[in-house]
C-alpha cells in the first residue's frame, strides 16, 4: 500500500517533490497545500489546499515541507 504524502508549498522545488512523488509507485500524493491561487500542473489531479490545517486527521502518512527555510519550524509544528 502506498505511502500518503502531503506537500506543504509547490513552487520550485516542491514541484519537483511532486512530480518524484508521482513517478514513485510506493508514494500517493494525496494533498498539496499552497496558498496562492494559481493552477499548478505539477499537482496533477491532486486537490490543492490553502493551508495544512485542512488536511483531515489521519489522512496522511507523511509530509514534505517546501516552503521558504525560515518557515519549516512553523509548518512543522502544526
Known amino acids: 500500500m502506498p505511502k500518503r504524502v ?3 508549498g509547490l ?3 516542491g514541484s519537483n ?3 518524484a512523488c508521482n513517478e514513485l ?4 500524493l494525496s ?4 496558498p496562492e491561487n494559481v493552477i499548478y500542473p505539477s499537482a ?3 486537490q490543492v489546499l490553502v493551508s495544512v490545517e485542512q488536511i483531515p486527521p ?5 509530509a514534505i515541507v517546501a516552503t521558504p527555510t525560515s518557515t519549516h519550524e512553523e509548518v512543522a509544528s502544526y
Open 6 to 8: 502531503a506537500i506543504v
Open 11 to 13: 513552487g520550485w522545488m
Open 17 to 19: 517533490h511532486a512530480r
Open 25 to 28: 509507485p510506493e508514494l500517493e
Open 31 to 34: 494533498y498539496v497545500v499552497e
Open 44 to 46: 496533477g489531479t491532486t
Open 58 to 62: 489521519g489522512a496522511i502518512d507523511m
